[in-house]
């Protein structure tokens, strides 16, 4: 079982970043899929989060409007669109499913 994220940077803030997560060794589309992000001596928070059938997200307030979740079951992969990035969404962004977290991606906002 493994996921990998990737589609992290350096971006400006007002600047817009796309995050995806590939998954394998098990049946993505049965599993609810969420994005967390930690940020330097802070805490792991969760940012988004989307049903296996895709028919339901959540996401945190400090995100809603900004962020959106999707995913692609035939591609395995989850993604997370981020626009109008701020300078406190700096963190390292994981990838979370079936008990399983990905080694994260950094996203830098900053001018």
């Known amino acids: 079982v493994q996921l990998v994220e990737s589609g992290g940077g350096l971006v400006q803030p007002g600047g817009s970043l796309r995050l995806s997560c590939v998954a394998s060794?098990?049946?993505?589309?049965?599993?609810?899929m969420t994005w967390y992000r930690q940020a330097p001596g802070k805490e792991r928070d969760m940012v988004a989060a989307?049903?296996?059938?895709?028919?339901?997200?959540n996401y945190a307030d400090s995100v809603k409007g900004r962020f959106t979740i999707s995913r692609d079951n035939a591609k395995n992969t989850v993604y997370l669109q981020m626009n109008s990035l701020k300078p406190e969404d700096t963190a390292v962004y994981y990838c979370y499913g079936r008990r399983t977290w990905g080694k994260g991606t950094l996203v830098t906002v900053s001018s």
């Open positions: 989307i049903t296996s059938g895709a028919g339901s997200t």
């Open positions: 060794g098990f049946t993505f589309s049965a599993y609810a």
